[in-house]
């Protein structure tokens, strides 16, 4: 029986996950697990990339301690993040974290050049200035000038495996600067960051197979022999992939440290409409296209333990925000302030200050903000990805995924907000994603609506119903989102 090995790596942690098909049910075992997270190293804040090769290799060692000699591994990481190498693979440093604070403003920046419209209609792609084109806009001239290749994260580690660069077209996508008409690197956008197309690896499909671990490179390690297979390797990618979606009345929101809702399609769209509500049009495998709009997602409530030190778990949170009143205070969880604070709480409070409300203070309170404006934030831009795709009365169910899927009392307020059925899980879609691409690859599925059954089948999800709540909530909190926006010092990305 085969078996295969999603190396899945988020923002804030790391996993190998091992599975294997009997025919009826998909295994998961989790193999090694590791945090992550970025540091203030040479004036910039940047991922620890040794340290996730080492980590990647101590979880391959415990596959191979767990009697699997031969295995098939998929790698998934965040997207739009890069390293640098020179004409001898060498690596120019640890790649600079899009939450670094060098591409405040770059937005604005290349606005004055550059027409931001264009830029959406050539891509399809939201405005963050954290995408890769911002990144290197500003990107140090001396190192692009020493570079001879561009490797996006997941790329980069397949690269350091295998010895083989490539560019996977889901992740690629998100950078904006390919054309979605052409499906090529835009000439004009590149001339427009001072960038040449040969920085960057060959593109490929995802489901490509790159080829065997060079053993011989990690010599201090016991590692079984592993064929490494080019997957959707941006995790949202992955997670859409993990969806058990039947059909094509089914909306998600891949729920981690971002919150990705959307739909999956196959023709993108790129209005004016979509531009002006930042949506974005990111690739999936088997030709999908991934109708999206990015949100500030668990990110908030993860910095919200991490400042109170971690006294209080995730479960611990929800239920001393479940005990508190509700929509006592309207936060736009998108604006760029939270994106990266030094003090997510006091960036909260402050927020309530300038906007003459409430201020949370207990550590209930504030995560009740926190969550009923998650919640709000997902009803209303339901709403809004409605009305840009025409879907208002098809979406029968909303999946929710990710580790946010474990999450009972922020699924409920959500049906409640949305006032939509929720099926929540699987917890580990995206690794789940990771892993069936690879089956498919090698030909235990015929098609993506196959493995999704498998998926069905093998993971259970939890149905939330949604209760009754005073309809002029959403109405006030849109009314106040136009309000806030119009006057914030901190305007939105667009």
């Not at 091992?18 to 989790?30: A, V, Y």
């Not at 004036?43 to 040794?50: H, M, Y």
């Amino acid at each position: 029986m085969d078996t295969f090995i999603a190396i899945d790596i988020g923002a804030s942690s790391g996993r190998l996950m091992m599975s294997q098909w009997n025919n009826q049910r998909l295994s998961l075992t989790e193999i090694h697990r590791f945090k992550n997270r970025f540091r203030h190293q040479n004036g910039f804040d940047r991922w620890q990339i040794d340290y996730l090769i080492k980590e990647i290799l101590l979880g391959l060692v415990k596959v191979k301690q767990a009697g699997i000699d031969t295995c098939h591994v998929g790698i998934d990481t965040w997207a739009v993040d890069y390293c640098l190498v020179d004409e001898n693979g060498t690596r120019l440093g640890d790649p600079v974290a899009y939450r670094d604070k060098r591409t405040n403003q770059v937005i604005e920046r290349f606005g004055q050049t550059y027409s931001l419209q264009t830029l959406y209609e050539k891509t399809g792609i939201q405005l963050q200035p954290f995408n890769t084109i911002f990144q290197l806009y500003v990107e140090e001239k001396q190192l692009l000038a020493a570079a001879d290749k561009l490797l996006l994260i997941p790329d980069y580690l397949g690269y350091v495996f295998t010895g083989n660069m490539v560019t996977e077209k889901t992740n690629a996508s998100t950078m904006q600067l390919l054309n979605a008409t052409t499906q090529t690197w835009d000439p004009d956008l590149l001339a427009a960051i001072g960038v040449n197309e040969a920085l960057f690896a060959p593109l490929v499909d995802a489901g490509t197979v790159l080829g065997a671990l060079n053993q011989a490179h990690f010599p201090t390690y016991d590692l079984p022999d592993t064929t490494f297979i080019t997957i959707a390797s941006h995790d949202t990618a992955s997670a859409i992939l993990g969806t058990p979606g039947n059909g094509t009345d089914w909306g998600y929101i891949s729920s981690g440290t971002w919150s990705l809702l959307g739909i999956e399609t196959t023709v993108p769209t790129i209005s004016a409409a979509a531009f002006d509500e930042n949506y974005t049009n990111e690739w999936g495998a088997h030709n999908t296209i991934r109708f999206l709009k990015n949100i500030m997602g668990m990110w908030l409530i993860q910095e919200v333990a991490r400042q109170q030190e971690n006294r209080y778990s995730f479960p611990e949170l929800a239920a001393m925000a479940e005990t508190e009143p509700g929509f006592q205070q309207f936060i736009d969880v998108n604006d760029p302030r939270f994106l990266n604070p030094d003090n997510m709480i006091a960036a909260l409070q402050e927020y309530c200050r300038e906007t003459k409300q409430k201020v949370p203070e207990t550590p209930g309170e504030i995560a009740r903000c926190v969550y009923d404006n998650l919640a709000l934030c997902y009803g209303d831009e339901l709403q809004k990805l409605a009305a840009l795709t025409g879907t208002a009365n098809k979406l029968q169910t909303l999946h929710i995924v990710g580790g946010g899927s474990n999450n009972a009392f922020l699924n409920q307020l959500t049906a409640n907000v949305a006032q939509c059925t929720i099926e929540a899980g699987p917890s580990e879609a995206t690794a789940i994603g990771n892993l069936v691409l690879q089956m498919m690859t090698v030909g235990l599925f015929d098609t993506l609506e196959e493995a999704r059954m498998a998926i069905k089948a093998s993971f259970p999800c939890t149905v939330y119903q949604p209760e009754p709540i005073d309809p002029t909530i959403m109405t006030e909190y849109q009314f106040f989102l136009k309000g806030a926006r119009h006057h914030d010092k901190h305007p939105t990305t667009i």
